[in-house]
């Protein structure tokens, strides 16, 4: 089982129109949670850490249920730069070591 | 501005060849690590390091080594390359500690044939 499992979509999304999506992770012990973008043929580049109150930043907004183990990023008002890879990172250790989710695909269309 | 380097974008290697990745750093990180990703499967990590001199071993080390003699240095080493390590190679660095990003050089795309 991977220890952090996202839908690898590819989600659609009208122009202007909001996309949202998932990922959870199997260890209750990790300590922090983040949301990297990366786009075609590209390296993966941090997009948002994850906060446990949740947080925004512009059109983003991450939140994270620890009790159910998951991750949530939401992007309201889609722009076509905003076509990508997204990949849920969680770290689980005090040395920095990160575990990727194999990303979710979003194509956003005019 | 942040920046890691990786010695070559592209590279085509014969089986059984001796492969020499190289990263380097300009952000005095204490963390490097090397990472492989293939579709379907997302980034695994091979191998990383806290300090110089310093390795441990990720989740797929097997027919992989390392070198970090120098702090902004760090080498991944193919012994004897095979067709089924034919991948995207990406090196990244942070500092030490956990919760800190992680910036990643562009990418060796290796094709063993």
């Known amino acids: 089982r991977k220890e952090v499992e996202q839908d690898p979509g590819p989600f659609n999304v009208p122009e202007g129109a909001t996309v949202a999506f998932n990922c959870t992770y199997s260890n209750s012990a990790s300590q922090s949670f983040f949301w990297y973008r990366q786009d075609c043929r590209k390296e993966p580049k941090l997009l948002m850490s994850v906060y446990s109150s949740g947080n925004e930043d512009g059109r983003f907004t991450a939140q994270l249920n620890r009790a159910s183990q998951y991750i949530s990023l939401l992007i309201r008002d889609s722009k076509l730069s905003d076509s990508a890879t997204y990949l849920c990172?969680?770290?689980?250790?005090?040395?920095?070591?990160?575990?990727f989710g194999a990303g979710t695909q979003v194509v956003v269309t005019p | 501005d942040v920046k890691v380097t990786q010695s070559s974008r592209y590279l085509v290697k014969r089986t059984g060849e001796k492969v020499f990745l190289e990263c380097v750093q300009d952000?005095?990180?204490?963390?490097m690590f090397w990472y492989r990703q293939d579709p379907g499967l997302g980034l695994r990590l091979i191998y990383f390091?806290?300090?110089?001199?310093?390795?441990e071993k990720g989740d797929i080390p097997e027919g992989y080594s390392v070198s970090r003699e120098k702090k902004e240095r760090f080498s991944l080493i193919l012994e004897s390359a095979s067709t089924n390590q034919t991948s995207m190679y990406l090196c990244?660095?942070?500092?030490?500690?956990?919760?800190?990003?992680?910036?990643f050089g562009p990418g060796t795309r290796l094709t063993v044939l």
């Open positions: 990172v969680v770290n689980e250790d005090s040395w920095g070591k990160l575990q």
């Open positions: 990244a660095s942070s500092y030490s500690g956990g919760g800190n990003e992680q910036f």
């Open positions: 952000m005095d990180h204490e963390n």
């Open positions: 390091s806290y300090d110089v001199k310093m390795k």
